[in-house]
């Protein structure tokens, strides 16, 4: 595994570690590519604040950090400026208005609320609904239409805790709309390090079977889940058990 795009910093809130000790883990574990995605401020109403994200007025001082990096450590690896952004109809076409004018390589889409961290409902809380399931993925299928997302983050995410046949025939809808758009979907490592529901058996089954494109991603909140899938405790049963293979896992980044 020679990339890694799902990295995280302290302005979401929820992360530890400088930025150089995410960089220096990755070149310790042979990465050659390391993308930071850190969750995208969003142009929310006055007077809300998020407690899970960087404001606005973050933003120059993330591109700006990791500019000078990206300089000082270009000849050890490749440094990528990305975010990883909740679609939300209300908000979405601002939002990109904003980060264009920033030099970002890529997005990655991770779909924590629907249909927004305002007023919605956050998507790994379990649940019974259907009609939440029903949200999530019409949302999630939104949002991947815009063709501007190099890929889904834990496409899994949503804790639908009701009937499998339910579950699968929305999520289904997901993965087929993934492989019309030629989209990889996130085998999220996170999961992982602390025993969330995903990546989830039923999910990957189905988009194993279906022929989906699979990305891994750190989904790192702290430098010392920069790793190899081989060093996360369970990752590897996972994979064999599902017939994954890691692969370099370098992408072609989607231009926003």
């Known amino acids: 595994m020679l990339a890694n795009y799902h990295t995280h910093t302290t ?3 929820h992360a530890v570690g400088t930025e150089r000790e995410y960089i220096e883990a990755a070149i310790k574990q042979g990465f050659k590519i390391l993308g930071f995605s850190d969750h995208t401020p969003q142009p929310y109403p006055e007077g809300f604040h ?3 994200r960087m404001n606005m007025e973050e933003l120059q001082g993330y591109v700006d950090t990791l500019r000078k990096l990206k300089k000082e450590y270009e000849s050890k690896i490749e440094i990528l400026i990305g975010l990883e952004v909740e679609y939300s109809e209300n908000y979405f076409e601002t939002l990109m208005q ?3 004018k920033y030099p970002l390589d890529y997005i990655i889409l991770g779909q924590h609320y629907v249909p927004d961290e305002v007023y919605g409902f956050y998507t790994g809380e379990p649940t019974k609904s259907e009609d939440r399931l029903r949200a999530y993925v019409d949302t999630t ?9 190099t890929y889904l983050a834990h496409p899994d995410l949503i804790n639908f805790t009701g009937r499998d046949d339910i579950y699968e025939e929305y999520m289904e809808r997901l ?9 990889p979907l996130e085998v999220n490592m996170y999961g992982f390090a602390d025993g969330r529901q995903y990546p989830s058996d039923r999910f990957f089954n189905m988009a194993v079977a279906r022929g989906a494109k699979l990305v891994m991603g750190c989904d790192a909140h702290t430098p010392k889940l920069i790793l190899q899938p081989e060093k996360m405790r369970g990752l590897p049963k996972f994979l064999k058990r599902h017939g994954i293979e890691v692969g370099d896992n370098i992408l072609e980044l989607r231009k926003i």
């Open 98 to 100: 904003e980060l264009r």
């Open 50 to 52: 998020s407690g899970i």
């Open 11 to 13: 302005r979401c809130h």
């Open 175 to 183: 993965i087929d709309e993934a492989i019309e758009l030629d989209m």
């Open 141 to 149: 299928i939104e949002g991947m239409r815009t063709g501007l997302f």
